[in-house]
Protein backbone atom coordinates (compact mmCIF):
# COMPACT_ATOMS: atom_id res chain seq x y z
CA UNK A 1 0.00 0.00 0.00
CA UNK A 2 2.32 2.31 1.06
CA UNK A 3 5.07 1.38 -1.54
CA UNK A 4 2.16 2.48 -4.00
CA UNK A 5 2.18 6.11 -2.59
CA UNK A 6 5.66 6.04 -2.67
CA UNK A 7 6.07 4.85 -6.07
CA UNK A 8 3.41 8.00 -7.46
CA UNK A 9 5.64 10.01 -5.30
CA UNK A 10 8.85 9.38 -6.95
CA UNK A 11 7.50 9.18 -10.04
CA UNK A 12 6.29 13.07 -9.70
CA UNK A 13 10.18 13.89 -7.90
CA UNK A 14 12.22 11.84 -10.43
CA UNK A 15 10.43 12.81 -13.54
CA UNK A 16 11.16 16.68 -12.12
CA UNK A 17 14.25 15.89 -11.76
CA UNK A 18 14.70 15.08 -15.63
CA UNK A 19 13.12 17.91 -16.51
CA UNK A 20 13.62 19.97 -14.01
CA UNK A 21 10.75 22.01 -14.62
CA UNK A 22 8.76 22.40 -10.89
CA UNK A 23 11.98 22.90 -9.17
CA UNK A 24 13.76 25.67 -11.08
CA UNK A 25 10.84 28.00 -11.15
CA UNK A 26 10.00 27.47 -7.64
CA UNK A 27 13.73 28.21 -6.78
CA UNK A 28 13.89 31.03 -8.77
CA UNK A 29 10.48 32.23 -7.54
CA UNK A 30 11.32 32.44 -3.67
CA UNK A 31 14.61 34.11 -4.69
CA UNK A 32 12.46 37.29 -7.03
CA UNK A 33 10.11 37.14 -3.85
CA UNK A 34 13.43 38.14 -1.32
CA UNK A 35 14.72 40.39 -3.71
CA UNK A 36 11.49 42.45 -3.81
CA UNK A 37 11.07 42.08 0.36
CA UNK A 38 14.60 43.57 0.41
CA UNK A 39 13.63 46.36 -1.97
CA UNK A 40 10.24 46.78 -0.02
CA UNK A 41 11.46 46.96 3.56
CA UNK A 42 15.52 47.54 3.48
CA UNK A 43 15.91 45.87 7.03
CA UNK A 44 19.50 46.49 8.68
CA UNK A 45 20.98 43.59 10.77
CA UNK A 46 18.83 44.12 13.55
CA UNK A 47 15.76 44.45 11.68
CA UNK A 48 16.01 41.54 9.56
CA UNK A 49 16.72 39.08 13.02
CA UNK A 50 12.96 40.25 13.68
CA UNK A 51 11.67 39.96 10.15
CA UNK A 52 13.65 36.81 9.62
CA UNK A 53 10.49 34.20 10.85
CA UNK A 54 8.08 36.25 8.46
CA UNK A 55 10.18 36.54 5.47
CA UNK A 56 10.91 33.19 5.35
CA UNK A 57 7.21 31.93 5.75
CA UNK A 58 6.09 34.49 3.64
CA UNK A 59 8.18 32.93 0.96
CA UNK A 60 7.73 29.69 1.74
CA UNK A 61 3.92 30.29 1.25
CA UNK A 62 4.16 31.96 -2.33
CA UNK A 63 6.83 29.82 -3.66
CA UNK A 64 4.41 26.73 -2.08
CA UNK A 65 1.58 28.08 -4.43
CA UNK A 66 3.98 28.17 -7.62
CA UNK A 67 4.43 24.16 -6.72
CA UNK A 68 1.02 23.20 -5.96
CA UNK A 69 -0.41 24.89 -9.11
CA UNK A 70 1.78 21.89 -10.72
CA UNK A 71 1.11 19.22 -8.90
CA UNK A 72 -1.60 17.80 -11.06
CA UNK A 73 0.11 18.97 -14.01
CA UNK A 74 1.57 15.62 -15.09
CA UNK A 75 -1.98 14.21 -14.65
CA UNK A 76 -3.53 16.68 -17.38
CA UNK A 77 -2.74 15.51 -20.09
CA UNK A 78 -4.31 12.18 -22.22
CA UNK A 79 -6.69 11.46 -19.58
CA UNK A 80 -3.41 10.49 -17.33
CA UNK A 81 -5.39 11.42 -13.87
CA UNK A 82 -8.17 8.43 -15.07
CA UNK A 83 -5.62 6.29 -15.74
CA UNK A 84 -4.31 7.57 -12.08
CA UNK A 85 -7.48 6.59 -10.47
CA UNK A 86 -8.00 3.43 -11.85
CA UNK A 87 -4.59 2.18 -9.77
CA UNK A 88 -5.96 -0.90 -7.83
CA UNK A 89 -5.00 1.04 -4.38
CA UNK A 90 -7.03 2.91 -2.01
CA UNK A 91 -8.07 6.42 -3.15
CA UNK A 92 -6.32 7.88 -0.24
CA UNK A 93 -3.28 5.71 -1.26
CA UNK A 94 -3.05 7.97 -4.53
CA UNK A 95 -3.35 11.29 -2.58
CA UNK A 96 -0.67 10.52 -0.08
CA UNK A 97 1.57 10.10 -3.50
CA UNK A 98 0.90 13.17 -4.78
CA UNK A 99 1.19 14.91 -1.44
CA UNK A 100 4.46 13.48 -0.91
CA UNK A 101 5.81 13.85 -4.26
CA UNK A 102 4.95 18.03 -3.50
CA UNK A 103 6.23 17.49 0.18
CA UNK A 104 10.03 16.20 -1.16
CA UNK A 105 10.15 19.35 -4.02
CA UNK A 106 8.97 22.02 -1.32
CA UNK A 107 11.38 20.92 1.12
CA UNK A 108 14.15 20.46 -1.77
CA UNK A 109 13.32 24.35 -2.41
CA UNK A 110 13.18 24.99 1.49
CA UNK A 111 16.42 23.51 1.90
CA UNK A 112 18.09 25.83 -0.43
CA UNK A 113 15.78 28.85 0.67
CA UNK A 114 17.21 28.87 4.27
CA UNK A 115 20.92 29.43 3.69
CA UNK A 116 20.22 32.43 0.71
CA UNK A 117 18.13 34.22 2.67
CA UNK A 118 20.54 34.31 5.74
CA UNK A 119 22.82 35.47 3.13
CA UNK A 120 21.27 37.97 0.95
CA UNK A 121 19.54 39.60 4.39
CA UNK A 122 22.90 39.18 6.49
CA UNK A 123 21.56 37.35 9.38
CA UNK A 124 23.51 35.26 11.18
CA UNK A 125 21.75 32.10 12.84
CA UNK A 126 23.75 29.42 11.33
CA UNK A 127 23.67 28.00 14.91
CA UNK A 128 20.00 27.55 15.16
CA UNK A 129 19.41 26.07 11.53
CA UNK A 130 18.28 22.72 13.03
CA UNK A 131 15.82 24.11 14.97
CA UNK A 132 14.31 26.54 12.19
CA UNK A 133 14.52 23.64 9.61
CA UNK A 134 12.72 21.48 12.36
CA UNK A 135 9.81 24.14 12.64
CA UNK A 136 9.49 24.51 8.78
CA UNK A 137 8.95 21.18 7.82
CA UNK A 138 6.18 20.72 10.24
CA UNK A 139 4.66 23.89 8.60
CA UNK A 140 5.22 22.32 5.22
CA UNK A 141 3.67 19.07 5.88
CA UNK A 142 0.27 20.85 6.99
CA UNK A 143 0.57 23.06 3.81
CA UNK A 144 1.55 20.83 1.29
CA UNK A 145 -1.13 18.21 2.86
CA UNK A 146 -3.82 20.86 2.21
CA UNK A 147 -2.45 22.35 -0.85
CA UNK A 148 -2.41 19.26 -2.51
CA UNK A 149 -6.11 18.85 -1.84
CA UNK A 150 -6.95 22.17 -3.53
CA UNK A 151 -4.97 21.50 -6.44
CA UNK A 152 -7.31 18.39 -6.42
CA UNK A 153 -9.91 20.58 -5.96
CA UNK A 154 -9.50 23.36 -8.18
CA UNK A 155 -8.37 21.11 -11.50
CA UNK A 156 -10.10 21.94 -14.29
CA UNK A 157 -10.94 25.18 -12.81
CA UNK A 158 -10.63 28.33 -14.97
CA UNK A 159 -7.61 30.65 -13.81
CA UNK A 160 -7.13 28.10 -11.03
CA UNK A 161 -3.69 29.93 -9.99
CA UNK A 162 -5.63 32.48 -8.99
CA UNK A 163 -8.33 30.53 -7.33
CA UNK A 164 -5.62 28.77 -5.43
CA UNK A 165 -4.47 31.58 -3.87
CA UNK A 166 -7.69 32.48 -3.11
CA UNK A 167 -8.39 29.33 -1.24
CA UNK A 168 -4.84 28.47 0.49
CA UNK A 169 -3.94 31.75 1.72
CA UNK A 170 -6.70 32.45 4.03
CA UNK A 171 -7.14 28.21 5.06
CA UNK A 172 -3.67 28.35 6.16
CA UNK A 173 -3.53 31.63 8.50
CA UNK A 174 -2.97 29.31 11.69
CA UNK A 175 -0.02 27.79 10.37
CA UNK A 176 1.45 31.31 9.38
CA UNK A 177 0.60 32.57 12.93
CA UNK A 178 2.23 29.26 14.39
CA UNK A 179 5.15 28.97 11.97
CA UNK A 180 6.40 32.51 12.97
CA UNK A 181 5.86 32.59 16.28
CA UNK A 182 7.49 29.09 17.02
CA UNK A 183 10.84 30.87 15.03
CA UNK A 184 10.57 34.20 16.68
CA UNK A 185 10.30 32.20 19.60
CA UNK A 186 13.65 30.14 19.01
CA UNK A 187 15.23 33.50 17.61
CA UNK A 188 14.67 35.43 20.61
CA UNK A 189 14.67 32.71 23.23
CA UNK A 190 11.10 33.23 23.71
CA UNK A 191 7.70 30.59 23.87
CA UNK A 192 8.02 27.85 21.46
CA UNK A 193 5.95 24.49 22.88
CA UNK A 194 2.26 25.81 22.31
CA UNK A 195 3.05 26.99 18.94
CA UNK A 196 4.82 23.60 17.80
CA UNK A 197 1.78 21.55 19.58
CA UNK A 198 -0.40 23.91 17.57
CA UNK A 199 1.38 22.77 14.25
CA UNK A 200 1.61 19.23 14.74
CA UNK A 201 -2.33 19.83 15.18
CA UNK A 202 -2.83 21.30 12.34
CA UNK A 203 -0.45 18.83 10.74
CA UNK A 204 -2.22 15.83 12.25
CA UNK A 205 -6.14 17.05 11.33
CA UNK A 206 -5.40 17.75 7.78
CA UNK A 207 -3.23 14.58 7.31
CA UNK A 208 -6.27 12.38 8.28
CA UNK A 209 -8.78 14.74 6.84
CA UNK A 210 -7.16 15.77 3.27
CA UNK A 211 -7.53 11.58 1.78
CA UNK A 212 -10.70 11.08 2.60
CA UNK A 213 -11.58 14.28 1.02
CA UNK A 214 -9.88 13.87 -1.98
CA UNK A 215 -11.77 10.23 -2.18
CA UNK A 216 -14.67 12.22 -2.57
CA UNK A 217 -13.47 14.32 -4.20
CA UNK A 218 -12.55 11.98 -7.78
CA UNK A 219 -15.49 9.75 -7.01
CA UNK A 220 -17.71 9.11 -10.15
CA UNK B 1 -39.35 23.97 -2.94
CA UNK B 2 -43.03 23.91 -3.79
CA UNK B 3 -43.20 24.68 -0.14
CA UNK B 4 -40.84 27.73 -0.11
CA UNK B 5 -42.97 28.54 -2.91
CA UNK B 6 -46.23 29.04 -0.58
CA UNK B 7 -44.23 30.26 2.20
CA UNK B 8 -42.71 33.11 0.76
CA UNK B 9 -44.96 35.97 1.18
CA UNK B 10 -45.82 35.25 4.53
CA UNK B 11 -42.98 34.93 5.45
CA UNK B 12 -41.57 38.35 3.97
CA UNK B 13 -44.48 39.91 5.99
CA UNK B 14 -43.40 38.74 9.16
CA UNK B 15 -40.22 39.57 8.75
CA UNK B 16 -41.19 43.00 8.07
CA UNK B 17 -43.04 43.32 11.21
CA UNK B 18 -40.83 41.79 13.50
CA UNK B 19 -37.39 44.44 12.06
CA UNK B 20 -39.92 47.15 12.48
CA UNK B 21 -40.81 46.22 16.25
CA UNK B 22 -36.87 45.54 16.92
CA UNK B 23 -35.88 48.83 14.97
CA UNK B 24 -38.22 50.65 17.02
CA UNK B 25 -36.72 49.03 20.27
CA UNK B 26 -33.61 49.92 19.35
CA UNK B 27 -34.38 53.92 18.90
CA UNK B 28 -36.52 53.40 22.06
CA UNK B 29 -34.06 51.84 24.33
CA UNK B 30 -31.24 53.71 26.58
CA UNK B 31 -28.63 55.21 25.22
CA UNK B 32 -25.51 52.97 27.38
CA UNK B 33 -23.84 55.54 30.18
CA UNK B 34 -20.42 54.46 28.91
CA UNK B 35 -20.98 54.17 25.25
CA UNK B 36 -24.30 56.54 24.23
CA UNK B 37 -25.70 56.04 21.36
CA UNK B 38 -23.46 54.21 19.98
CA UNK B 39 -24.14 51.26 21.65
CA UNK B 40 -27.21 50.84 19.00
CA UNK B 41 -25.17 49.34 16.30
CA UNK B 42 -24.49 46.39 18.52
CA UNK B 43 -27.78 45.90 18.24
CA UNK B 44 -27.39 44.92 14.44
CA UNK B 45 -23.93 44.02 14.95
CA UNK B 46 -24.35 40.93 17.30
CA UNK B 47 -27.10 39.47 15.43
CA UNK B 48 -26.05 39.69 11.80
CA UNK B 49 -22.65 38.33 13.38
CA UNK B 50 -24.51 35.48 14.45
CA UNK B 51 -26.38 35.15 11.53
CA UNK B 52 -22.73 34.50 9.48
CA UNK B 53 -22.28 32.01 11.72
CA UNK B 54 -25.20 29.85 11.44
CA UNK B 55 -24.96 30.50 7.76
CA UNK B 56 -21.79 28.38 7.86
CA UNK B 57 -23.22 25.98 10.15
CA UNK B 58 -26.41 25.56 8.05
CA UNK B 59 -23.77 25.23 4.69
CA UNK B 60 -22.07 22.32 6.49
CA UNK B 61 -24.97 20.68 7.22
CA UNK B 62 -26.56 20.72 3.58
CA UNK B 63 -23.15 20.37 1.86
CA UNK B 64 -22.73 16.80 4.07
CA UNK B 65 -26.04 16.29 2.77
CA UNK B 66 -25.52 16.55 -0.49
CA UNK B 67 -22.11 14.66 -0.66
CA UNK B 68 -23.64 11.81 0.98
CA UNK B 69 -27.79 11.66 -0.93
CA UNK B 70 -26.53 13.64 -4.01
CA UNK B 71 -29.41 15.68 -3.62
CA UNK B 72 -29.97 18.69 -5.98
CA UNK B 73 -31.89 20.77 -3.33
CA UNK B 74 -29.25 20.32 -0.75
CA UNK B 75 -26.98 22.06 -3.27
CA UNK B 76 -29.23 24.69 -3.92
CA UNK B 77 -29.72 25.03 -0.76
CA UNK B 78 -25.86 25.32 -0.30
CA UNK B 79 -25.62 28.12 -2.83
CA UNK B 80 -28.16 29.83 -1.08
CA UNK B 81 -26.55 29.92 1.80
CA UNK B 82 -23.25 31.06 1.01
CA UNK B 83 -24.79 33.97 -0.83
CA UNK B 84 -26.85 35.22 2.14
CA UNK B 85 -24.06 34.51 4.72
CA UNK B 86 -21.72 36.52 2.62
CA UNK B 87 -23.79 39.34 2.69
CA UNK B 88 -24.33 38.86 6.88
CA UNK B 89 -20.60 38.89 7.47
CA UNK B 90 -20.34 41.56 5.22
CA UNK B 91 -22.99 43.68 7.65
CA UNK B 92 -20.98 42.50 10.71
CA UNK B 93 -17.48 43.63 9.40
CA UNK B 94 -18.77 47.03 8.29
CA UNK B 95 -20.38 47.66 11.47
CA UNK B 96 -18.29 46.47 14.22
CA UNK B 97 -15.52 49.26 12.36
CA UNK B 98 -18.00 51.77 12.65
CA UNK B 99 -18.63 50.51 16.24
CA UNK B 100 -14.76 50.31 16.83
CA UNK B 101 -13.59 53.83 15.39
CA UNK B 102 -15.43 56.13 18.44
CA UNK B 103 -15.42 52.94 21.28
CA UNK B 104 -11.85 51.61 20.64
CA UNK B 105 -10.37 54.35 18.77
CA UNK B 106 -9.26 52.50 15.66
CA UNK B 107 -11.73 51.32 12.88
CA UNK B 108 -9.76 48.04 12.97
CA UNK B 109 -7.56 45.79 15.20
CA UNK B 110 -6.16 41.92 14.84
CA UNK B 111 -8.46 40.59 17.24
CA UNK B 112 -9.66 36.39 17.40
CA UNK B 113 -13.55 37.23 16.47
CA UNK B 114 -12.32 40.49 13.69
CA UNK B 115 -9.57 37.99 12.10
CA UNK B 116 -11.89 34.53 12.28
CA UNK B 117 -14.80 37.36 10.71
CA UNK B 118 -12.53 38.23 7.73
CA UNK B 119 -11.11 34.38 7.37
CA UNK B 120 -15.16 34.15 6.74
CA UNK B 121 -15.35 36.45 4.59
CA UNK B 122 -12.91 35.33 2.12
CA UNK B 123 -13.79 31.85 2.71
CA UNK B 124 -17.04 32.34 1.87
CA UNK B 125 -16.13 34.59 -1.52
CA UNK B 126 -13.90 31.25 -2.35
CA UNK B 127 -16.45 29.19 -2.40
CA UNK B 128 -18.96 31.57 -4.55
CA UNK B 129 -15.65 31.46 -6.91
CA UNK B 130 -14.72 28.07 -7.25
CA UNK B 131 -18.37 26.93 -7.91
CA UNK B 132 -18.50 29.33 -10.67
CA UNK B 133 -14.95 28.66 -12.15
CA UNK B 134 -15.95 24.64 -12.89
CA UNK B 135 -17.64 24.14 -16.59
CA UNK B 136 -19.05 20.92 -15.03
CA UNK B 137 -21.72 22.04 -12.53
CA UNK B 138 -21.85 18.79 -10.72
CA UNK B 139 -18.14 18.89 -10.63
CA UNK B 140 -18.08 22.12 -9.14
CA UNK B 141 -21.13 21.54 -6.67
CA UNK B 142 -18.85 18.49 -5.65
CA UNK B 143 -15.88 20.35 -4.81
CA UNK B 144 -17.39 23.14 -3.05
CA UNK B 145 -18.85 21.03 -0.69
CA UNK B 146 -15.93 19.54 -0.07
CA UNK B 147 -14.49 22.68 0.48
CA UNK B 148 -17.37 24.23 2.76
CA UNK B 149 -16.30 21.15 4.71
CA UNK B 150 -12.76 21.43 5.22
CA UNK B 151 -13.44 24.85 6.01
CA UNK B 152 -15.73 24.25 9.00
CA UNK B 153 -12.71 22.28 10.02
CA UNK B 154 -10.29 25.25 9.82
CA UNK B 155 -12.35 28.17 11.48
CA UNK B 156 -12.23 26.66 14.72
CA UNK B 157 -8.39 26.07 14.18
CA UNK B 158 -8.14 29.87 13.15
CA UNK B 159 -9.97 31.31 15.86
CA UNK B 160 -7.74 29.42 18.30
CA UNK B 161 -4.49 30.30 16.94
CA UNK B 162 -5.50 34.33 16.78
CA UNK B 163 -6.50 33.86 20.59
CA UNK B 164 -3.43 32.06 21.82
CA UNK B 165 -1.30 34.48 19.21
CA UNK B 166 -2.88 37.70 20.68
CA UNK B 167 -2.99 36.31 24.50
CA UNK B 168 0.74 35.61 24.22
CA UNK B 169 1.87 38.32 22.46
CA UNK B 170 0.32 40.87 24.09
CA UNK B 171 -2.38 41.86 26.82
CA UNK B 172 -5.83 41.32 25.99
CA UNK B 173 -6.86 45.01 26.10
CA UNK B 174 -9.37 45.20 23.06
CA UNK B 175 -11.66 41.84 23.59
CA UNK B 176 -11.88 43.08 27.59
CA UNK B 177 -13.74 46.14 25.76
CA UNK B 178 -15.74 43.59 23.55
CA UNK B 179 -16.76 41.29 26.34
CA UNK B 180 -18.13 43.83 28.45
CA UNK B 181 -20.13 44.82 25.91
CA UNK B 182 -21.76 41.09 25.54
CA UNK B 183 -22.82 41.40 29.12
CA UNK B 184 -25.65 43.51 28.29
CA UNK B 185 -28.42 43.42 30.94
CA UNK B 186 -31.14 44.90 32.22
CA UNK B 187 -33.52 47.25 29.33
CA UNK B 188 -30.64 46.49 26.89
CA UNK B 189 -31.90 42.63 26.40
CA UNK B 190 -35.41 42.73 25.02
CA UNK B 191 -34.11 44.36 21.84
CA UNK B 192 -31.24 42.62 21.55
CA UNK B 193 -33.43 39.24 21.44
CA UNK B 194 -35.83 41.57 19.43
CA UNK B 195 -33.63 41.84 16.33
CA UNK B 196 -31.72 38.48 16.94
CA UNK B 197 -35.72 37.12 15.95
CA UNK B 198 -35.75 39.47 12.89
CA UNK B 199 -32.49 38.77 11.80
CA UNK B 200 -33.23 35.29 11.84
CA UNK B 201 -36.57 35.40 9.78
CA UNK B 202 -34.75 37.93 8.25
CA UNK B 203 -32.03 35.31 7.06
CA UNK B 204 -34.46 32.54 6.52
CA UNK B 205 -36.79 34.85 4.30
CA UNK B 206 -33.33 35.91 2.09
CA UNK B 207 -32.41 31.85 2.18
CA UNK B 208 -35.78 31.03 0.51
CA UNK B 209 -35.63 33.76 -2.00
CA UNK B 210 -32.20 32.89 -3.10
CA UNK B 211 -32.87 29.40 -3.18
CA UNK B 212 -35.71 29.43 -5.34
CA UNK B 213 -33.89 32.35 -7.77
CA UNK B 214 -31.26 29.63 -8.17
CA UNK B 215 -34.26 27.10 -9.10
CA UNK B 216 -35.03 28.56 -11.45
CA UNK B 217 -31.88 29.67 -12.86
CA UNK B 218 -30.86 26.38 -13.09
CA UNK B 219 -34.08 25.31 -14.92
CA UNK B 220 -33.32 28.27 -17.63
CA UNK B 221 -29.44 27.00 -18.35
CA UNK B 222 -31.28 23.46 -18.66
CA UNK B 223 -33.75 24.64 -20.99
CA UNK B 224 -30.77 26.66 -22.60
CA UNK B 225 -29.02 23.36 -22.97
CA UNK B 226 -31.65 21.34 -24.04
CA UNK B 227 -32.70 24.34 -26.73
CA UNK B 228 -28.39 24.66 -28.03
CA UNK B 229 -28.70 20.20 -28.47
CA UNK B 230 -32.07 20.61 -30.17
CA UNK B 231 -30.21 23.24 -32.99
Known amino acids: MLKAAYRIAWKDVAGDFRRRATLSSMLFFAISVLVVFQAAFEPDRKEALRLLPGLLWATTLFTTLVGLGRVFQAEEEDGAFEGLLLASVPRGVIFFGKWLGNLLLTLLVELMILPLTMVLFNVDVWRQTGEILGILVLGTVGLTGLGTLLAAMTQGARSRETLLALLLLPLTAPLLIAGVQAMAGILTGGEVTPWIRLLVIFDVIYLALTPWAFGWLVEE | ?231
Open chain 2, 1 to 231: MKFLARMQAPLGVLTLIALAVGLWMVWTAPADFQQGGAVRILYLHVPSAKMSLFCYIFLTIVSIIHLWKRSETADILAEAATAVGISFTGITLASGAIWGKPMWGTWWAWDARLTSMLVLLILYKGLMVLRHSMDDPAKGARATAILAIVGAVDLPIIHYSVVWWRTLHQPPSLTMAEKSAVHISGPLLPPLLAMSVAFILLGVYMLTLKARQIEAQRKLDALEAARLHHE
